[in-house]
């Protein structure tokens, strides 16, 4: 990450020597020592002990929930997008209902162990870091927030996959028993939440521009809220304890009531910046490099944009959740949504998130219809599928034109659209109906300054407004990962996973019409709401039990 500047080319040479002389005696518990040098030895220089931290940022938070890499984005695994690849490695195991103990291209499990391991290591030793002056006493003080911040971000990516884990609070020796099994949910959700705290205690509310992309009290604080909100919802808590919710409605008023951040006026190019006031905690290396397989512009870019993969490619489902600009629904007949022209009008969120037909895209425009070239549909492998081509977290100012021009693509895993939404679901669900303060969350969204969509309409029971936020997120969060665990969460996958949408449009003269289609049938099984533990796992640690139907 180049928020930590020049520590992660010191963290990258040192680590190659610190762990070439690792023995790995089990995979997620990862028994390595730091090898060329004794942890006593590296924990007696600050240099080294940053960049054993910086190590840890780099190898365990990355942009793999966004990169298609391999073909893989979490938008086209449900029911936002399509990949027109059909890779092994790729959404279709998700798809298609593929996946299973011996078949999951995404398992993090012994990577995530890994970098638990070496966050137990920092923790273990960082107090003993001797320090020269004020500025490192500081830094030691904020690198020991940071590790509890990374032991409990890991924590909190295996407990939305697997549920309850193994709990490691210090590193495990060759002589530890290492049959362990799964602790509980509660279990876990409590050691991330104490984790998260004592981060929170440590970690300043901002850094200067030389820590910029290493987390913060709000990082802290938000990442309690996520894993609070994911405990109270039905996959978690299936007898809706209203005390979870409530935990989870104070957690993230804790991020709000910071007042550290806010709304980006901009809805669409606060992606791309390293200085937006809503991110929380983002990478902040530009995530657009040369080397074919992990270009995000040349995954994601239409054809006709010197040769775009167009890898991510929006289906109907999600473009028909867009509201008319007045606020309602297009299945409203009061609405004003013409059939005949159906991207007029819309929810400006919808123009900056999906290239449609007849869409400018910097100087040139899209044309999707059947027939229309290299970007209509189905023209070839790369040709949408669906109608349509991403235009969210992609800068229109990149191309692949004549000339190189990778733009700006600093991903974001945390903003505070995020917290606010935490809060408008947590707070409603643990009220008999929604407070004034769940409408004030949700409407600050849609209030954005160059999104100003009309307030939700008042007097909404609790089940409304319960549905108004689904749909908000829905939006609001589109091809940021979020759909793929709310419908997960929420135990939807079966109702809203199964069908996937295109529209065909065809053109007569000056004349479009527009046809919904059914792309294809999809697989979701309730079982899929968790992942499945990794076989291997199972065969070097038979005390750990498999989650349901697998």
Known sequence: MRSINILWL?????LVSLTTACKKVNSYLDKAESGGITDKELFNDYVQTDAFLANIYNTGIGAGDWMPVYSFTYAAACDEAKCPYTFNYGTINFTSGLISPTNNPIDIWAKSYQNIRKANIFLQHIDELPVNDARQEAGKVRMKGEAFFLRAFFYEELYKRYGGVPLLDAPLSIDDDLQLPRNSEEEVVAFIVKDCDSAAALLPA??????LGRATKGAALLLKSRTLLYAASLLHNPDNNIEKWQQASSAAKAVMDLNVYRLDDNYKT???TRTSPEVIFQSTVNQVWKVVDNDWVRHTEPPSQGGGWGNLQPLQNLVDEYEMKNGKYITDPTSGYNAANPYADRD?????SIIYNGRKWGTATINTYVGSGVDGLNYNTAATKTGYYVAKLLDENATLITSYKPGSHYWVFMRYAEALLNYAEA?????????QSVYDAVNQIRGRKNVAMPPLPVGLTKEEMRQRI???RRIELAFETHRFWDLRRWRIGTQEGTSAYGMRITKSGSNFTYQKFLLENRVYRPAFDLFPIPQTE???DPALTQNPEY
């Open 10 to 14: 010191v963290s990258y040479i040192m």
């Open 427 to 435: 707070q409603n669900e643990a009220l008999s109906a929604p407070d």
């Open 470 to 472: 689904r749909h908000e």
């Open 538 to 540: 199972r065969e070097k």
């Open 348 to 352: 400006p969120r919808f123009h900056q």
């Open 206 to 211: 901002t850094h200067s521009s030389e820590n």
């Open 270 to 272: 606060l992606f791309h």
